[in-house]
Antibody, heavy 121, light 113 residues
Framework: QVQLLQSGAEVKKPGASVKVSCKASGFTLTSYYMHWVRQAPGQGLEWMGT????????IYARKFQGRVTMTRDTSTSTIYMELSSLRSEDTAVYYC??????????????WGQGSLVTVSS | DIVMTQSPDSLAVSLGERATINCKSGQSLLYSSNNKNHLAWYQQKPGQPPTLIIY???TRESGVPDRFSGSGSGTDFTLTISSLQAEDVAVYYC?????????FGGGTKVEIK
């Protein structure tokens, strides 16, 4: 079955970077748009950006441009999201999610289980 | 950016009663080229990721009970749970996928009265 398995929780200091992984199974990663969405504690959902199936393009939310990098390793069917210059406001659960092969502008289904990133000095 | 506004923030409904959640978008989500509303609904239970329940504003995802229904067009949308069950206690989010940045409503918490 389609599954997205994310890496474990991380604790980082302000100014550091974090790289979260999302391993896909049950489908061909290179055929789908893959998204990253985050959720701060007790807050709502925030789209961060999308990695295109071609592997050649990404689109990032304006808020994260310059700080976020999304990549993919097709040999391990894994996508990555790296966020740099971390600050306390980046403390959140980070989700990867698949979109149907209709383009960037779609719904998200399924979602990974989430990876908690805590930024604290 | 398209702002999505949900109401109410929370609601308490008796078991077996109807729950209605509203979502209003800052601009029309009706795409002229396919005549579809680019809106989805998600359910999120505590400690779990969101799960898709409705897309194209009214298409129920496979496996979702038929007590869940979506309606609306343009800028005003509704998620209805026709007969609330205990397992429906969750936070519900709407999401527009008309354009980037993809944006979500603030969420509506549904509880049992």
């Amino acid at each position: 079955q389609v599954q997205l398995l994310q890496s474990g929780a991380e604790v980082k200091k302000p100014g550091a970077s974090v790289k979260v992984s999302c391993k896909a199974s049950g489908f061909t990663l290179t055929s789908y748009y893959m998204h990253w969405v985050r959720q701060a504690p007790g807050q709502g959902l925030e789209w961060m950006g999308t990695f295109y199936p071609s592997g050649k393009s990404t689109i990032y939310a304006r808020k994260f441009q310059g700080r976020v990098t999304m990549t993919r390793d097709t040999s391990t069917s894994t996508i990555y999201m790296e966020l740099s210059s971390l600050r306390s406001e980046d403390t959140a659960v980070y989700y990867c999610a698949r979109g149907p092969p209709l383009g960037v502008t779609t719904w998200f289904d399924p979602w990974g289980q989430g990876s908690l990133v805590t930024v604290s000095s | 950016d398209i702002v999505m506004t949900q109401s109410p923030d929370s609601l308490a409904v008796s078991l077996g009663e109807r729950a209605t959640i509203n979502c209003k978008s800052g601009q029309s989500l009706l795409y002229s080229s396919n005549n579809k509303n680019h809106l989805a609904w998600y359910q999120q239970k505590p400690g779990q990721p969101p799960t898709l329940i409705i897309y194209w504003a009214s298409t129920r995802e496979s496996g979702v009970p038929d007590r869940f229904s979506g309606s609306g067009s343009g800028t005003d949308f509704t998620l209805t749970i026709s007969s609330l069950q205990a397992e429906d206690v969750a936070v519900y989010y709407c999401q527009q996928y008309y354009t980037t940045p993809l944006t979500f409503g603030g969420g509506t918490k549904v509880e049992i009265k």
